[in-house]
């Protein structure tokens, strides 16, 4: 502990216009954290002045990033500010180093008021790459819009931010530190912990980690490759995967997390996780899996490359769910998707006879499900799978649910799919992304589409594509009712649905830092024999 207190100052600022947090947090070009004067303070100060004095004082939080370029340094001002504004303890991962589950993990294990959390997820990293900041609440979860809006708020008329610049965390060792501030009846507390334990601990309740481990590492183990991309993936996997549940330390690639992630982007499917795709196109591994940069997404892919969209990945889970111990003993609640999702899911759920959710993109609308108990697995096409054991989409959790249905199933990866496109037929799913457009142009875009598809003549227009005829039944612009607390999310996503119920999707995406990305998904269902293989 400082021998004299250390002096809480509050800073005169001026506000930013553009510190509106999208669906995953404030992301921007690392430069403009670093040029703009005060601009990280601001965004942290208007988090901390988004929660009643009340709560905070005395309260305890999680910090931990993604190990990506400015990590540290945020950290430092993260650390600095929550003192000043009257948190009494924080909990850092080791070396600043917390993936996204591991926060919601530690959150609710701490019973904390919140993380905060400098990831910008699968954005490229390094000097000339994306940073960004998110605010998790209380539940674990993203914070959900009416908390982003009043921190957006906050931000456009801040004109002064608290922070004790004296302060000085030493994030290398494990162990609490204590600090003695000015006005302040109890020393702020840092404790810097194990960044992988307790996460690891929590899925060790999960999953049976005796049956993968014989799956993994036994007589008549199978082969896997697990790509960490760089990000912060690596040392979980190092740890859950090699040294716990046995897999050959080079059967796990790129698992030092990196500030510029190897230079690479850090978001795992087929374009970009190419060192692993390569290195399964020969056939000696029969199971391999890619991470992004904050370890929530993840990649399946079978012997040779063959490829699990994320859409049927959650259906096969959801099929297969009674393989995880867990639920098991937890019963199933509820499955989810999101709404540019494709339907496989629906049908796993028709056929159980259990309640099927379509919400908005975002995992906060999942986490609301969570809490009111409705829901137990969920997932999005954006490779995001996840359980109720935390309020994230979690990256290990589903590589670990793959391997526990190879271990039950003793099938391949491949004729797992088969088998489920023989059940309930094949949706043929495609994203098609176009970044860095001007957003007036494509907010144009989108409301002369929204025009045209809305008028009365367009519904029961039929196109045809070669030899097959798709009418359309509906088209609208999604709009959610959360059915938890009633609240109203519109303006989701343009949807054409056909009367087979093939869709096209059409969506302004919030996770880019630059301009804005134009997504349009295609999801064409197929019940016939010959789609089923």
Known sequence: MENSPLQVLTVPTAPYPDQRPGTSGLRKKVYVFQSRRNYLHNFIQSIFSSIDLRDRQGSTMVVGGDGRFFNPAAIEVIVQMAAANGVGRMIIGHHGILSTPAISCLIRKYKAIGGI?????????????????KFNTANGGPAKEAVTSKIFQISRTIEEF????????????????????????????????????????????????????ELLSGKNHIKIRIDAMHGVAGPYVRRIMCEELGCPVNSAINCVPLEDFGGQHPDPNPMYATDLVDSMKDGQYDFGAAFDGDGDRNMILGKRGFFVTPSDSVAVIADNIFCIPYFQHTGVRGFARSMPTSAALDRVAKATKIELYETPTGWKFFGNLMDAGMLSLCGEESFGTGGDHIREKDGLWAVLAWLS????RKQSVEDILKDHWLKYGRNYFTRYDYENV????????????????????????????????YQVEKADNFEYTDPVDSTISRNQGLRIIFSDGSRIIYRLSGTGSDGATVRIYIDSICLEDTCRI
């Open 162 to 213: 608290a922070i004790c610049p004296g302060l000085r965390v030493d994030l290398t060792t494990l162990g609490k530190q204590m600090f003695d501030l000015e006005n302040k009846f109890k020393p702020f507390t840092v404790e810097i912990v194990d960044s992988v334990e307790s996460y690891a601990n929590l899925l060790r309740n999960i999953f049976d980690f005796a049956a993968l481990k």
């Open 438 to 469: 001007d957003i007036d142009a494509a907010c144009e875009m989108m409301e002369d589409l929204e025009i045209m598809i809305s008028d009365k003549s367009f519904v029961k227009q039929r196109f045809a594509v070669e030899d097959k005829i």
């Open 405 to 408: 249905i190879l271990a039950t």
């Open 117 to 133: 959390v400098p990831t910008a997820s699968h954005n490229p990293g390094g000097p000339d790459g994306d940073f960004g900041i």
